[in-house]
């Protein structure tokens, strides 16, 4: 067979193959055929060197046609990187002399030298794309990755910014991802707070996180970051956050606010107290250790100390909605619902129709007959502008709850767990589905939730209430029926209603979700 082929027409063949295996994803096959025919290709050129010329032009026109030796090499190193053999895929990349190498096999190389912690290698490969093809975005961000000044990335640029129209903005986005990479600890600290005060907790978490991972010693806004893994249940990360703090400086007020937000979260309130008040001795500015001892007052009773606390951190940050949250929350708790409604609807003007001062002001109309409508309405506008804000998901199920809409329920809470999963949702949705006697699901919920949140006292509370109801003993069965009789499906989700109610007091206190 190898003497129907010219040896051109064999290099050419074995190419091809190795071409087909690597569509296959049979790496290691393709490598071995892009060898054979690299090995085909030199024993060619040497017999084309050694051969006279014959003067015969038809052959020039097949050589021209032979698939690149520069591009089989490139075939082989994608070969080696899906098999993860990073060190012979740079081996077979470098084998290439520098003047040959085309733009994707210097992009190529530059990230796989970044990736074996080669930066200068890496560096150079990615500043070789750019004099080839000034515009690649990926190779400038590699260099901006690799803490290459924005202004040097900026001037290899230069030349085609001011010759081609309409290129004003890449300085600007060359500046703004110079930013980024700059690893600026108080930038993404900055943006932390943002995604705070914004209601998205998620963000806001991986932001404070990143900024003390790039700064261990990071002090400033470890009161908030605290507070928040405190909510999702994660006592023992905050535990360690304080513990942490307290070994950089107790003499700030954020490792004290720390350790408030663990006792607050195990119901401790008399030790959050004193720490959310040793806080305040440090920094009268502290609206985090504001927030903490007003919560910690109001559910300890004394709810008027708690108004002062909470007027004090509106007074130090106006345009923060936790502080307006938390004395609305004392008004309601002390039956001022017209001071409520009050507060409620300056907030709403103050700050403007966004989900969270509609599900604030709708939690207020929830508290009077008269405006359930309302309550109604404002809630569908709030999740018509977030559909998966917790705390107008929950007050929707609570307004459901009540007119005994509970497939609607179900529902609404389905969607909102769609993209993500929060411990308070599982729960109430275990609920709702205890109503309708999916018992069965009901549990899977309770221990979802559990999952989430260890300490979640309501959800174990449904989950033993429902193991017990599944595995009644013979002395008790017909008191359980009895029992099951008299209280009705209603019984159940009134449970429902004041868990809602009940996670609202606690989890409304200092931000927002």
């Known amino acids: 067979l190898s003497q129907l082929f010219s040896p051109s027409q064999k290099y050419q063949l074995l190419v091809y193959h190795a071409d087909s295996l690597f569509h296959d994803k049979e790496y290691r096959n393709a490598v071995s055929k892009y060898t054979m025919a690299l090995q085909q290709k030199k024993a060619l050129s040497k017999t084309s060197k050694v051969r006279p010329s014959t003067g015969n032009s038809a052959s020039t026109p097949q050589s021209q046609c032979l698939p690149s030796e520069i591009e089989v090499k490139y075939k082989m190193a994608e070969c080696y990187t899906m098999l993860k053999l990073d060190k012979d895929a740079i081996a077979v990349l470098d084998g290439i002399p520098s003047r040959q190498r085309t733009p994707k096999i210097n992009m190529m190389l530059a990230n796989l030298y970044r990736k074996a912690g080669q930066e200068r290698p890496s560096v150079t490969s990615y500043k070789e794309v750019l004099r080839q093809c000034p515009l690649a975005l990926d190779a400038i961000l590699g260099l901006l990755s690799l803490s290459v000044k924005g202004a040097e990335v900026a001037s290899m640029t230069m030349n085609v910014i001011q010759t081609v129209p309409n290129l004003d903005w890449l300085s600007v986005w060359i500046k703004a991802y110079a930013f980024v990479h700059t690893d600026n600890v108080d930038l993404l600290g900055s943006l932390a707070d943002l995604y705070f005060r914004a209601g998205d907790s998620k963000n806001s978490v991986l932001k404070f996180e990143q900024a003390q991972m790039l700064d261990p010693y990071l002090i400033k806004g470890m009161d908030v970051y605290g507070y928040l893994l405190a909510r999702e249940g994660r006592l023992e990360d905050v535990e360690n956050l304080g513990c942490r703090l307290f070994n950089i400086s107790d003499q700030h ?241 009134e449970g429902s209603d004041s868990e809602a109610a009940q996670w609202a007091d606690q989890e409304q206190w200092f931000g927002m979700q």
């Open 253 to 493: 007020a954020e490792p004290w606010v720390v350790s408030g937000c663990h006792s607050f979260y195990s119901k401790r309130y008399s030790r959050a107290l004193y720490l959310g008040a040793k806080a305040i001795q440090l920094n009268s500015n502290s609206v985090q250790a504001l927030l903490l001892k007003g919560a910690a007052l109001r559910n300890m009773g004394r709810v008027q100390e708690a108004i002062i606390h909470f007027r004090e951190a509106i007074r130090l940050a106006p345009c923060r909605l936790d502080c307006y949250e938390g004395l609305i929350e004392c008004y309601l708790a002390s039956n001022s619902i017209r001071e409520a409604m009050v507060m409620a609807n300056n907030v709403y003007k103050t700050l403007g129709a966004n989900a969270q001062t509609l599900t604030l002001l709708a939690t207020v109309c929830l508290e009077d007959p008269v405006t359930q409508e309302k309550a109604k309405t404002l809630l569908d506008k709030a999740l018509a502008q977030r559909p998966d804000y917790v705390k107008a998901v929950v007050k929707k199920a609570e307004l459901l709850s009540r007119e005994q809409k509970y497939e609607d329920g179900i529902a609404l809470l389905r969607n909102a767990l769609a993209n993500q999963s929060d411990c308070v949702l599982h729960r109430i949705l275990g609920d709702f589905l205890v109503a309708v006697n999916e018992y069965q699901e009901a549990m899977d919920q309770y221990s979802i939730a559990l999952s989430l949140d260890p300490n979640d006292q309501k959800s174990l509370e449904g989950m033993q209430k429902m193991e017990k109801e599944e595995s009644p003993t013979d002395a008790t069965q017909e008191e359980d029926v009895d029992d099951m009789e008299g209280s009705g499906e209603e019984g159940d989700l």
